[in-house]
């Protein structure tokens, strides 16, 4: 990719492509194997919806929407514990559309992935506590 920002390319293309770093948004997306497909948003997002957005820090992240606020957001990664408020429709670059797997896209409206979603996130105290206790356990064999 060239020097262009995500917001150039989103403008001049209309959609961007590209595979993320991280693991913040995993089971949904798996760092360096799945190609996301981000669009200009169409308006205000929505709950469990996946803004591509931009912290003032200039650091461009992908998190899950899990509460719309009436002048921001609260936003959460699928494979964190601590949620980020105070991100505006200002720091919004794009909102992603689908995910691309071993060739096959699988969109972000399908009934599907809409269930998972919000299993996923409807489970969010029961999977806070094992996240927690994981990461107890994995100081705790460090420290052997």
Known sequence: ?????????????GRLIYSNVGDSM?????????????????????????PLYRRDSGQYVLHRVVKVRENDYVLRG?????????????????????????????????????????????FYPLRAVVLKGIRVLKRKMRKK
């Open 1 to 13: 990719m060239s020097n262009s920002s995500f917001e150039e390319l989103l403008e001049k293309e």
């Open 26 to 50: 995993r089971p949904l997306i798996r760092q360096g194997r799945d190609l996301l497909v981000i669009e200009r948003p169409s308006g205000r997002l929505k709950k469990y919806d996946v």
């Open 78 to 122: 699928d494979n964190r514990l601590h949620r980020e408020t105070g991100i505006t429709d200002r720091h919004v670059v794009g909102v992603l559309t689908a995910v691309i797997r071993d060739g096959k896209e699988l969109s972000m409206s399908g009934f599907g992935y809409r269930l998972r979603v919000r299993l996923w996130c409807g």
